[in-house]
């Protein structure tokens, strides 16, 4: 009884103590020096880990609900609640996945929630969400192709995973570790699994590297040409042509159609899929990466 009482006074001043937080304006910093370190609020609970996780569960939910600019913003003080929330009760499911959608203000919050999805993932192994939405906050907000290729494999494995996930991390492992690691990956879910439908979509991944693989020996023809003509390609069948040809013959199209160059990009795309077969990034991971490759280059030119 004496716990009970005591546990509903903490409740009550940690209320009171909130309530007269939101009633004046304060900074994110100062907000979250109301937040417990876990540890402390695990002693302090006296017990009731659930009861306190699921009031600085509600806190998260309000922080979110409640705002009236970007949520992502207040990432510094939902890891805190977060971790919190998933220190006393860390076989609750929802918030590690409401921590990567919403802790998206900076590197460091997006590492924060990235380690409490790890605690997610250990607290819950069989549940494909968790390493799911772990893959794609480090491919979206760090870059981190390696990274997620790994987490949304281990998704991929998962029962109630979607099919085209290891699609997805193939695609993926192409920037890793290339067309051969690729290739491994779905040979060995093409032979492993009894799902004909997701045979097929395997097969199909398989597919598009072999076009892929034939399209960079072009790649390599085409350098190659622009060496010996001083000129860029004007169609592809003139990698065949002349007195001294780059090549005898071009490599066949799987399906049975043309090698062209693409009308947008200018590269040599098979005519069946139109595109090359690579990771497909987000927009502001392109950009981030374009300005460090830019970055890169100023600095070794001014080095020279």
């Not at 192994?125 to 281990?154: S, T």
């Not at 597919?207 to 000129?231: C, K, M, Y």
Request: contains cysteine; aromatic residues 8%; proline residues 6%.
């Amino acid at each position: 009884m004496l716990r009970l009482v005591l546990c509903a006074a903490a409740l009550t001043v940690t209320a009171a103590a909130h309530a007269h937080l939101a009633g004046q304006e304060h900074t994110i910093e100062q907000r979250a020096l109301w937040v417990p370190e876990p540890r402390v609020a695990r002693v302090a609970s006296l017990g009731f880990h659930n009861v306190i996780s699921d009031y600085y569960w509600l806190q998260a939910l309000q922080l979110v609900g409640g705002s009236n600019t970007d949520p992502s913003q207040h990432g510094p003080l939902l890891g805190k609640l977060i971790d919190v929330v998933t220190t006393l009760d860390p076989w609750v499911d929802y918030p590690y996945r409401f921590a990567t959608l919403w802790m998206t203000d900076s590197l460091e919050s997006v590492r924060k929630a990235d380690a409490l999805m790890e605690r997610g993932i250990a607290h819950h192994p069989d549940e494909w969400r968790n390493p799911f939405y772990q893959g794609v906050n480090r491919l979206l907000y760090l870059a981190d192709e390696a990274g997620a290729a790994e987490a949304l494999h281990q998704a991929a494995r998962l029962p109630g995973s979607p099919r085209y996930l290891p699609r997805l991390v193939a695609r993926l492992r192409v920037g890793e570790g290339g067309l051969e690691a690729a290739a491994t990956l779905l040979s060995d879910l093409a032979r492993s699994t009894e799902d004909p439908f997701a045979r097929a979509e395997y097969e199909k991944g398989l597919d598009e590297i072999e076009t892929e693989r034939r399209a960079r020996f072009l790649d390599a023809a085409r350098a190659e040409f622009q060496r010996r003509h001083g000129r860029d390609l004007e169609r592809v069948d003139e990698l065949t042509e002349g007195p001294a040809p780059i090549l005898e013959a071009l490599p066949p199209e799987l399906h049975g159609w043309e090698w062209i160059l693409d009308p947008e990009s200018g590269r040599i795309v098979s005519s069946w899929y139109g595109v090359r077969y690579e990771p497909l990034l987000h927009p502001s991971v392109q950009k981030e990466r374009d300005r460090k490759r830019a970055a890169a280059q100023r600095v070794k030119g001014e080095g020279s």
